[in-house]
Structures are given as C-alpha cells and as structure tokens.
C-alpha cells in the first residue's frame, strides 16, 4: 500500500496542480466499465476464455440474439438482475461519489459502460448510463420503460408484458452490439468540455466508448487512466495507475481533493 501512495502522490501532485484552471471551477468527467463493479463480485466481460457467464456475447447480448432465442436472451438478463441484490457499491464507487460531493454544481460527469446500479447506490447522481440499465426493461411496440425489480417479476424467468399497451414481450433495457448508446450528444459534451478525464476498469475493447479517450485527449483534457491491466488503448493516457480499483481511486481521489482545497 505504501508504494502505491508514494507512485501515486508524486506523479498526481506534480501533474494535477496544473490542470486546475485558476478562474472557474475544475470540470471533471470519468468513464468506467465491468472492472469498477468487479470487487463487488459483479463479473467483467473479458477475464474467462470469451465466455461471459457462460454464453458467448454474440448469443446474448445482440438484437439478432433476442430475435432467435428470447428465453435465452431473457433469462441471462433475469439472473443478473436477480444478483443486483446480492453487490454492494465498493470502495471505487464510495471514492467517486465523494468527488463529485466536492466538485461545483454541473462540474462532475460519470459516464459508465456498466449496467448495474452500483454507482447510483454509491451516491454518484449525475450519472450517464450508455449501455443501458439492467434494473430497466423497454415495449418494443410503445416504447413504455419501467422497472423490473420486485418479486413478481423475479421469481420465474416468465417474459413480462407491457402493463401500457399489452404486448407480451418486453425486453431489456440494455444497448445490444449493434446498437446505438444512450446519450452520446450528452456524454461527449461532457468528455470535450473536462479538465481531467478519468478512465476506470475497462479493457478499451467496446466503441464508442473506447473512442472517448482520444476526443478528450484531442480536446486538451489530462487523461488518467486506472485498469488491472493495461487497456488496448492504454499509450494515449497521461497517466495510467495499474491495480486495484477499490485502492486506487480513494487515494488518488484524496489527493485531487488535497489539491483543490
Ligand atoms: C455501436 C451491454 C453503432 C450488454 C455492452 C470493430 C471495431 C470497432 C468497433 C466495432 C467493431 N465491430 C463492431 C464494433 C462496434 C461494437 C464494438 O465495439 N465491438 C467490439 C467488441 C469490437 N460496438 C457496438 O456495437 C456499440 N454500438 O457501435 O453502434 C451504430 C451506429 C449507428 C446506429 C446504430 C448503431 C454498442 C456497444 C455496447 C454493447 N453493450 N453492454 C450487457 O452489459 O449486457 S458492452 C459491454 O462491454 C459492457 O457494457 C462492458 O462494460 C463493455 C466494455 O467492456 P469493459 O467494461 O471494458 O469490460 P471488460 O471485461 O472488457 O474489461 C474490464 C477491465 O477491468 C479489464 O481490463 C480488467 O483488467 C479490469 N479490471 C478487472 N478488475 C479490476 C479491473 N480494473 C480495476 N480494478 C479491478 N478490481
């Protein structure tokens, strides 16, 4: 642990002095992926031998996947939505919210590739979920979107019809291969207009959201980058800190407060 502090205190202290404007308030996004959520237990994408619960990606979680075989598509969803009650946001999520306590109104941007609810349960609120929400499920016919969390809905792996229209098959509310994200005017105003552009637990595999690095590298924005293993795009980063999440981010997190205060 000491090691990591004084790696992290000597590169931080030097580099993030400079990024804090002298005459408006510091504006920081932050992006994250499977790996924040994985010392809560919540598995990552690309850790197996391309298995990711079991299923190859390509069976379930694409548009074409849905149209072959629902039952399948909905009950790989239905039991991770059951395991949602079994995570707990960790100390990565914790480090973050409190960040953005600290930051001025409007000033503090999460955008995450994942969709659980760790972060909203860890206190974040201005929080972009671009690859959707698995708390949520969608009408194909009427557009309807609304929760699918209480017992009724999880106690068997019955689809759920539409409780506006009727239809009898809602599906998740989740950005499929293939599909565009949620949000992406929002969050890429968000990544062009940062100061300091954190990268949290993601392997750079999955666009656009790997593409975000480059916009805010090519927008001015210093770039961290914090992964247990050097992600694809890992040269295009100021600053990369290879470990754990849940001890990187409230260390380094301590030290941007240290600096702005
Ligand atoms: C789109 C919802 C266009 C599903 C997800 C070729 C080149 C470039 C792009 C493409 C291409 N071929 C196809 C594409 C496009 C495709 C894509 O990028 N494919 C990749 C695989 C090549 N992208 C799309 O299809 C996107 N849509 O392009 O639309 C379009 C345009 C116009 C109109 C319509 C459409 C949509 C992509 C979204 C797919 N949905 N999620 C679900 O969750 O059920 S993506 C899925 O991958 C998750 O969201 C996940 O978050 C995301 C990325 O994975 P990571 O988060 O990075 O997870 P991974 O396991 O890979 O890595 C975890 C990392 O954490 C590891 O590096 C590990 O070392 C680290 N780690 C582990 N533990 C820790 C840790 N780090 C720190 N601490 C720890 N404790």
Not at 222 to 228: D, Q
Request: a negative charge; charged letters at 25%.
């Amino acid at each position: 642990m000491v090691s990591i502090q004084i790696v992290l205190a000597l590169s931080n202290i030097m580099a993030l002095t400079d990024v804090i404007p002298s005459d408006r308030p510091l504006r920081v996004a932050v992006l994250t992926g499977a790996g924040i959520s994985a010392e809560s237990g919540v598995n990552t994408f690309r850790g197996q031998d391309g298995l990711w619960n079991g299923h190859r990606i390509e069976d379930v979680a694409t548009p074409e996947g849905w149209i072959i075989d629902s039952e399948k598509v909905w009950a790989f969803y239905q039991e991770r939505r059951r395991q949602l009650k079994d995570v707990e946001p960790n100390s990565g999520h914790l480090a973050l919210s409190e960040l953005e306590k600290r930051m001025e109104a409007g000033c503090f941007t999460l955008i995450t590739q994942n969709v659980d609810d760790l972060h909203e349960r860890g206190g974040t609120e201005n929080l972009i979920h671009m690859h959707g929400e698995l708390r949520l499920v969608r009408c194909e016919v009427c557009e309807h979107k609304f929760e699918a969390m209480d017992s009724k809905h999880l106690e068997n792996d019955e689809f759920i019809s539409c409780p506006e229209c009727g239809h009898a098959k809602v599906r998740p509310e989740i950005v499929w291969f293939g599909e565009m994200p949620f949000k992406m005017t929002e969050l890429q105003r968000a990544v062009i207009d940062c100061d300091l552009f954190l990268v949290i637990g993601t392997s750079g595999n999955v666009y656009p959201a790997a593409g975000l690095l480059g916009q805010a590298l090519s927008s001015g924005s210093y770039c961290v980058g914090f992964n247990l293993e050097p992600p694809l795009n890992v040269d295009l980063f100021h600053e990369f800190h290879q470990g754990l999440a849940g001890e990187l981010l409230p260390l380094f997190v301590q030290e941007l407060i240290d600096i702005m205060m």
